[in-house]
């Protein structure tokens, strides 16, 4: 099943030259994998144009530090292609975050912007070191966008405000 994805994936890389998207004062505006309009609030988030690094669209990094960290907000794009489903782009999404030892909540329905979309919290400890992930599965026209907002664990009830705010703004 995995190799199926992965197959589909470098088809749609290899058939479509790299055409990042385009950052308009506090917006990205995507249109490789389907359009994805993702702005930063306030100016809050600096944006970067993370297309053409495999999966990746976009990474917003917090202007401010929150706890000393800043939190980051990382979209990616999986192609709806060779019959992929929105339930398998989530089961693929948490298998490889269970690889890299990451402990998972349940997958839960939210609505953000009047959209349905599926969320689930991810916690990776590493020694001393705690990150909380909460990650979104959007379907989009013509990809399925992950959406990963992370934050060290002392800043992350802080940084909830601010990642909601992002994807309740989000357009696709």
Not at 147 to 161: I, W
């Amino acid at each position: 099943m995995i190799k199926k994805w992965i197959t589909a994936v470098v088809a749609l890389l290899v058939a479509f030259p790299v055409v990042g998207g385009e950052i308009i004062g506090n917006t990205y505006i995507g249109e490789k994998h389907g359009y994805i309009e993702i702005n930063s609030p306030d100016g809050k988030w600096q944006i970067q144009d993370r297309e053409g690094q495999g999966t990746q669209i976009a990474q917003l990094a917090l202007k401010d530090q929150i706890s000393g960290s800043r939190p980051t907000v990382l979209f990616s794009a999986i192609p709806k292609g060779a019959g992929i489903t929105a339930d398998q782009v989530l089961q693929w999404s948490r298998e490889a975050m269970e690889k890299q030892g990451m402990e998972l909540g349940q997958i839960e329905p939210v609505r953000f912007g009047g959209k349905q979309v599926y969320g689930f919290q991810a916690t990776l400890t590493k020694g001393t070191v705690k990150v909380e992930q909460r990650n979104y599965l959007i379907e989009g026209a013509k990809s399925y966008f992950l959406v990963s907002c992370t934050a060290l664990s002392a800043a992350f009830n802080a940084a909830k405000p601010l990642f909601e705010e992002v994807m309740e703004k989000l357009k696709y």
